[in-house]
């Protein structure tokens, strides 16, 4: 979802978070119905055929996405606030920073470049605006309303049993009436 988050344009990224859960729910009621139709011994080697081919598409997807231009801009910025401003650091800033750009005009190749650079110079005063501090566990702690509503969502699965209801579905579901006969 991050990643999602910081290269889709922010009129979509709604949509495209959600799709991405879409996609893992589906990917969930594709496998309880492989369970349904694949039944047998070896039932488990069909149900495992169909995500398989699917990961391994996604994988080398994944290789061909380039960085999010959010982190190489976070990274030009480390490297300039390094003590040393030795020629090399500031060489390696700007070759990420030129990577951002590229990046980004990848991903909004429908939109003018006069745009994709304004969202550059937007995303570097957001990052100005954090300090450009590297993570650490007491930044976390600052963000207490992220972080509590966090912690809330993960503590009211745990509470309504959404868990244990995907784990003991198959016998839920045997005894309404939908087992196999």
């Not at 488990?44 to 995500?51: G, T």
Request: glycine share 8%; hydrophobic share 50%.
């Amino acid at each position: 979802p991050v990643y999602i988050s910081e290269v889709t344009p922010s009129r979509v990224r709604g949509l495209f978070v959600s799709l991405k859960e879409a996609f893992i729910v589906l990917g969930i009621m594709t496998g309880f119905a492989a369970a349904v139709v694949f039944v047998g011994p070896t039932a488990w080697r069909w149900i495992w055929s169909i995500p398989i081919p699917i990961a391994v598409i996604v994988l080398f997807g994944m290789l061909l996405l380039p960085p999010s231009p959010r982190w190489l801009l976070h990274r030009a910025q480390m490297k300039l606030m390094e003590r040393s401003r030795a020629q090399d650091v500031i060489v390696d800033a700007e070759i990420d920073t030129s990577r951002a750009m590229s990046a980004l005009i990848r991903f909004r190749s429908r939109s003018p470049r006069r745009l994709v650079e304004s969202e550059i110079r937007s995303i570097l005063v957001v990052l100005q605006e954090e300090g450009g501090r590297p993570f650490t566990w007491g930044s976390l702690c600052r963000a207490r309303k992220a972080l509590l509503a966090g912690l809330g969502l993960v503590l009211l699965q745990q509470i309504t049993g959404q868990p244990s209801v995907l784990y003991y579905q198959n016998d839920i579901l045997d005894q309404v009436g939908f087992g196999r006969h």
